[in-house]
């Protein structure tokens, strides 16, 4: 098969016009008329431009499959709307059961009253759009046994107001106290995750969390996998696993460890304080990942650390200058490195890390970056610094906390909107999609369109996906 367009390779030469693929290979790239007389017969196909193959370089695709089906409240910030959205949900459902749904986010966290005036026959629990925070209504805190007497969970918070009571509203691993009572999830919804990612033009995706390897493996084994997938095991189950890939598609290759919470849930780890005094707060201790990242990566794992605040960015720069002392298998991973201080920036420089940035989220939080951290907005989203430090960026979505949308994370990155000098180009924004996210995942030689690559590629019109080549075989949209 010939694909004749502007072809982006990634590498050098940086540009072509045409590519010829051979089975799950390239076999040949150049000159349209090169290329062309020297395979006659070969199928043609012509795009304005190709890519090597999108991945989104940090998804919760399990999730995402869920998302799809869940309540959607993306782009809403007032409870009263959240509420409405719940009655509308309430009246097509039997009473008695759940209503769930997540997108939603506050400047202040509310309390079970609108929840429970919109639903009160109903158990109902909400997502916030960073996953870090959820609000319940009365009959869902009783299912789930919450009371003035229930401790909170390490790591969480029940929210309580001056009496103790449970205010509904739960912060971080406090929302497992919820999650636990949901329906199970199902290796279908891995799959419509999955596939969605595939229909939007990617090729590969960088798995966080929150669900059984088992769902993957089993995908793997009966060949369904519709994307390239890099997981990343829960910091508490990965022991007794062993690191590799099943198949061709499925590589489990880290361990995934929080240092803080999200900046919308205002538990980001920060250095100076959010405007109501409080400074977030740490999840897995610095000294556990230190020393359980050392395990991790004996037994042959990578390592990738969320950090969101300034303070968690710090502290895993310092874990990382450690855990930079003994052997590495592939690069430490920094996941979203979303706040940082110019005194930290130095620090970045000569790391054997890779940067996971997620530039879409920019786009919605940069109201709440100003609300949150007034005076402090150039800490946020430092695109440009980051890609000065030399250190691979790759960037993704996080879905389902931001749709899976590249053009979405185009926008964002072209087109700061805090700190338009903190901007990308549109061939350094597409590297990290690209080669800086295949290097970030270990695949060095994926990424990038030359002789005897993977075949995976994506198709573009009018600056939007519109097709892909997945080890080889051609997906039109």
């Not at 097509?92 to 429970?116: C, M, V």
């Amino acid at each position: 098969m010939l694909i004749l367009g502007e072809i982006l390779t990634m590498t050098d030469p940086a540009r072509a016009e045409a590519v010829y693929l051979e089975g799950g290979r390239i076999a040949d790239v150049g000159a349209a008329e090169d290329l062309q007389a020297r395979y006659p017969g070969a199928k043609r196909i012509r795009v304005q431009r190709v890519t090597p193959g999108l991945h989104d370089a940090h998804t919760h695709p399990l999730s995402w499959g869920q998302h799809l089906s869940m309540l959607n409240l993306s782009g809403l910030h007032d409870p009263r709307e959240v509420a409405a959205r719940v009655a509308e949900r309430a009246r097509e459902l039997p009473p008695g059961s759940w209503i769930h749904g997540s997108g939603y986010l506050f400047e202040a966290y509310p309390d079970k009253t609108l929840l429970d005036q919109a639903a009160p026959q109903h158990p109902v629990f909400l997502l916030s759009r960073d996953f870090h925070s959820g609000w319940a209504n009365s009959r869902a805190l009783a299912r789930a046994h919450i009371t003035p007497t229930t401790p909170d969970p390490e790591g969480g918070v029940i929210v309580r107001d001056a009496s103790g009571e449970p205010t509904g509203y739960l912060l971080e691993r406090a929302t497992g106290l919820m999650q636990a009572l949901l329906p199970a999830p199902t290796v279908q919804e891995l799959f419509l995750g999955l596939q969605d990612l595939a229909r939007r033009g990617y090729t590969a995706t960088h798995h966080m969390g929150w669900c059984p390897l088992a769902f993957a493996e089993e995908l793997a084994q009966h060949e369904r996998l519709p994307v390239r997938l890099w997981w990343a095991m829960d910091k508490d189950n990965w022991r007794g696993v062993e690191p590799g890939w099943r198949g061709e598609s499925l590589e489990v290759a880290a361990v995934k460890f929080f240092a803080d919470g999200a900046l919308g849930s205002r538990t980001a780890w920060m250095s100076e304080p959010y405007p109501d005094g409080s400074l977030g707060m740490p999840l897995d201790d610095l000294a556990f990942i230190l020393e359980e990242g050392k395990a991790a990566l004996t037994a042959g794992f990578g390592l990738a650390v969320h950090a969101i605040g300034t303070r968690a960015v710090r502290g895993v720069l310092e874990v990382f200058r450690e855990l930079a002392q003994h052997p590495l298998p592939r690069p430490l991973r920094m996941e979203h490195a979303q706040h940082v201080r110019d005194v930290d920036l130095p620090l970045f420089r000569g790391l054997p890390m890779a940067l996971s940035m997620q530039p879409i989220h920019a786009l919605e939080d940069a109201a709440l970056v100003r609300y949150h951290q007034p005076g402090r907005e150039h800490q946020a989203f430092r695109l440009r610094d980051l890609w000065n430090t030399g250190l691979p960026l790759a960037f993704g979505s996080d879905a389902p906390v931001a749709p899976p949308d590249v053009r979405g994370g185009l926008e964002a990155a072209l087109h700061h909107p805090l700190c338009p000098a903190q901007s990308l180009s549109e061939a350094e924004t597409l590297w990290a999609f690209t080669r800086g996210a295949a290097l970030a995942a270990g695949w060095r030689e994926h990424g990038q369109i030359r002789s005897q690559a993977p075949a995976d590629l994506t198709l573009w019109e009018a600056e939007k996906p519109v097709g892909r080549v997945y080890q080889g075989g051609l997906e039109l949209f």
